[in-house]
């Protein structure tokens, strides 16, 4: 037995209507032809306020810009899970997270629908955390300190074959409690690999401590190591080392080459016994501490500068991994910028939808030498700078503009090129020779014979 158009009309506004998420759907004008309860809670109205009326009417505070529902319509495109932010008909601030989808029959748009995730609640209960821990602390504001770590290997974004068997190396390091040694450049993503490493061991729950190398001197790096016992010298107390404090977890130590040869020694030491002892103090203890170290020189390279032991590099080199730079993986530049505008979409509250392929062919020509980091603040950068929906070359760091003239020029052939820059020297030549064939030869280092082919060949006027 068949429904009659309008019992199919009712259950499916039955159906709609049952659904615990804002639905709100609108024509190919911006009409609202459905808007259910929840949607209406959100908002502060009622059904009969939206129905019939253009988006913009209802919610004066949302604009063809900020407003999901009008951008898909617009472009055709759908915007998946779009953090949106906008105040309702009685003021309050509304924070949710959209899933728009363009509504086609065929290929014709006949309108939009949106279905909507109240965080409001969230954003408050927040808030009121922050304001209780503050009142706690006897504090305004007070940093929270991060006792694990925030990235897994889900949040390793490539799709690159080198990258990806990096990833691979990982998850079977994490796998055991054996050290690791990570070499790569500077902004590859070396603390981002190590914190996924933890997070997908054994010791996830227990701490994740790491500790720069570069930025102690070998006097105190072995007192923040290793701790200090009370008068072991002027001003000394009793203080825990990161050792002990990642007692159970994983120590990370960047950029190891940058320790004294002496210092490496009693670091080794600790590596293959496990036990430590504080400076001035008379009792060891023994820890259990997964060792992570990075580096952004090649450990053979440092072993070869007397930079680094040969012995403390054998004993860490149990898994070695190498985390390739940009440049050899611009393949990844996409996806990559498409993460980065993700997350400046949410941090800032903009609504970028796409990036100009032109952004892309210059962002993919560029070296790269701060690797992911610099491409994450030049992201960053243009996303300061755009308004409207989609990322323009104009909206990119001055240096990476310039990049643009120079594709142009290199857009050429090379035959044509080479034409360009060969009349203009001759130009130039003739120019600075007062037009005078013999001297611009002489000045070009060709014979004179061959300028003046060269000039009658591309018509080159002799008229000052």
Sequence with gaps: MFLKPFETKQM?????????EAIH???AEGITIYYNDVAAKNDGTTIEDVLGKHVLDVFPSLNKESSTLLKVIKSGNP????SQTY?????QLIDTVNTTLPIKVGEQLIGAVEIAKDLTTVRNLSQSLMDLQAKVHHQKSKPVAIHGTKYGLDDIVTNNDDMIKVKELARKAASTSSPVLIFGETGTGKELLIQAIHQASRRRDQPFIAQNCATLPSSLLESTLFGTKKGSFTGAVDRVGLFELAHTGT???DEINTMSLEFQTKLLRVVEDGIIRRIGG?????????MIVAMNEHPLTCIEKNQLRADLYYRFNVF?????PLRNRLDDVPLLADHFVKKYNFLFGKLVLSIDPLVIKVLQTHNWPGNVRELEHAIEFA???????????EHLPVYLKAKKERQSYRGNSLKATLKEVEVSMIIHALQQCNYNVFHAAQLLDVPRQTLQYKIKKHQISLNR
Excluded: C, H, W
């Design 12 to 20: 499916l506004e039955a159906i709609l209507g049952s659904i615990d």
């Design 25 to 27: 759907v609108v024509n």
């Design 282 to 290: 008379t009792n060891s203890y023994a820890v259990d501490v997964r």
């Design 320 to 324: 070695f991994i190498e985390i390739p």
């Design 251 to 253: 120590l990370f130590l």
């Design 87 to 91: 105040k309702n008909i009685k003021g």
């Design 79 to 82: 915007i998946i899970q779009q």
């Design 383 to 393: 996303m300061n700078m755009v308004e409207g929906d989609v990322l323009l070359v």
